[in-house]
């Protein structure tokens, strides 16, 4: 066991760490990240599966995430447009299948003007929430009380209308079914993105990706820290104090003026706090879990859905497959596609083999891309849900009422000890954007404490 000294140690290695531990670096602070696993990125990860490169977690990015933009520049990442070109294809509850262009699926004109106006009073309700104060809202307790679900009956007799725009939130970004999470939550996911029209338009919010997959982010980052950052390194236990911490990981012990827990709030309670942490902190952290949704990949000899004019684009609330999109590796000649399986689709189809797993999934997008899409050279299911260091995708949220009741204290520091993950963003929340945000925040924070006189912030 090797025992050394830093100002501040860094729990994960995720874009949030790393930001942090980068910031703190540049103000002139010594670090060290210490990562669970045996490679840097935590929720991002770019692989290459049977010769194809995919994006095992995260990999888009919107205009408005300037954090990421931001990072992105600095690390002279470049980025590339997703394929989009051509009409998208929704189902209906029978399974008829409609084609489309912009964002209003084709249902039936009186579904089509519920989904509008709900779309409308979403967003006059989301432009009076502050993504870093939602509890601030006159009616957060309220709105905290009931479920997403119960709130969108409250708004429209319309089944239709109230699933795909509960689908919005429920299946595509919480992946929680809508009866588990609050509107207050669901409106808080909408502030994140600016908008909840930002959420519905996946030209907006599923627009770039980075050439050479976004794990680069983590990647340089890391690279840049050097031996800085320790792989293999879980910490079991940190003792803290008034006076710093001692961070005691596998194989290596920190002793350290301030400690940021840069990890999934779910995970905070697997370490051991001598002291434990306090009563608030052990009681929120209870309140959050994961969502899990399966990414499917799919990688096809040609992209055989464009030559029939398909974008690639194709939404069903009755599917098993709720969303697909053309998701073809920048260079790469051939066609893939990525598919999302959420919630209690999920755990259905993991009640199964793999194999009738694979032929229910495909079968799904044969539906929306006929029979070709039963026929891919390479099938990947992204599992997070079975990861050790992650335990479920795409992030956490709290269970009913508890954005409202603890939501303010979740970011608030514990003496020495620090909390910095994009679960515990406003703007830019469940996504990297927010990851580097809360980064640079914390840094910023630690910094004023502990920089040498005459050091500025970093970011
Ligand atoms: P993250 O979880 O990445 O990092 C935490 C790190 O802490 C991990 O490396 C973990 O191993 C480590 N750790 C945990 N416990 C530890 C311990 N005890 N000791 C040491 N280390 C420990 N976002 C986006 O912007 N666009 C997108 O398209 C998507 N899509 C998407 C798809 C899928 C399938 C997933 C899973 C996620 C996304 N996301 C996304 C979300 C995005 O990936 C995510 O919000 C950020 O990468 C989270 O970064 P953090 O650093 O906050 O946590």
């Not at 350290?256 to 942490?277: H, N, Q």
Request: aromatic content about 8%; charged content about 25%.
């Amino acid at each position: 066991m090797s025992s050394i000294e830093r100002d501040v140690v860094i729990i994960g290695a995720g874009a949030s760490g790393l930001t942090a531990a980068t910031d703190l670096k540049k103000a002139g602070l010594t670090v060290a990240v210490l990562e669970a696993r045996d490679r840097v990125g935590g929720r991002l990860w770019t692989d290459d599966i049977d010769g194809a490169t995919l994006e095992i977690g995260g990999q888009w990015v919107s205009p408005d995430q300037d954090a990421l933009i931001d990072t992105l520049a600095e690390l002279g990442l470049e980025t590339y447009s997703r394929y989009r070109e051509g009409i998208n294809v929704y189902l209906g509850e029978g399974g008829e299948r409609r084609t489309f262009e912009g964002e209003i699926f084709p249902v039936a004109p009186t579904t089509e003007r519920e989904i509008v106006s709900l779309i409308d009073r979403l967003d006059a309700l989301v432009a009076e929430i502050d993504p870093d104060r939602p509890w601030d809202h006159p009616q957060a307790k309220e709105l905290d009380e009931i479920s997403f679900r119960r709130w969108l009956e409250t708004q429209t007799e319309d089944e239709e209308a109230r699933r795909n725009i509960g689908m919005f939130i429920a299946g595509a970004m919480l992946t929680k079914p809508a009866h588990a999470f609050s509107a207050l939550q669901a409106l808080l996911m909408a502030a994140s993105a600016g908008s909840f029209s930002h959420l519905v338009d996946a030209d907006f919010i599923l627009d770039k990706r980075v050439k050479g997959g976004l794990q680069q982010v983590p990647l340089l980052l890391a690279e840049r820290l050097g031996d800085d950052v320790f792989l293999n390194a879980p910490v079991r236990t940190l003792r803290w104090s008034d006076e710093g911490v001692t961070a005691i990981a596998d194989g290596v012990e920190v002793r350290a003026r301030r400690v940021i827990l840069a990890v999934p709030p779910v995970l905070i309670s697997r370490i051991s706090y001598e002291p434990p942490l306090p009563r608030r902190q052990q009681q929120m952290h209870q309140h959050l879990s994961m969502g899990f949704v399966i990414k499917v990949h799919a990688v096809y000899e040609t992209p055989f859905w464009r030559e029939d004019g398909l974008s690639g684009t194709a939404f069903s609330p009755y599917e098993l497959v709720h969303e697909a999109y053309d998701n073809s590796y920048h260079g790469d000649p051939r066609g893939t596609l990525v598919g999302f399986v959420s919630d209690e689709a999920a755990d259905d189809v993991f009640r199964q083999s793999p194999e009738e797993r694979k032929a229910r999934i495909l079968e799904s997008l044969s539906h929306y891309y006929g029979e070709k899409a039963l026929s891919p050279v390479v099938y990947y299911e992204s599992d997070w849900g079975s990861e050790e260091w992650t335990r479920g995708a795409y992030a956490a949220s709290f269970d009913m009422g508890g954005l409202a009741r603890y939501g303010s204290d979740l970011r608030t520091p514990v003496g020495p000890v620090h909390f910095s993950c994009s679960d515990m963003a406003g703007r830019g929340y469940q996504h990297v954007d927010g990851a580097i945000r809360v980064g640079h925040e914390t840094a910023d924070a630690i910094i004023a404490s502990l920089a040498p006189a005459g050091a500025a912030s970093a970011s």
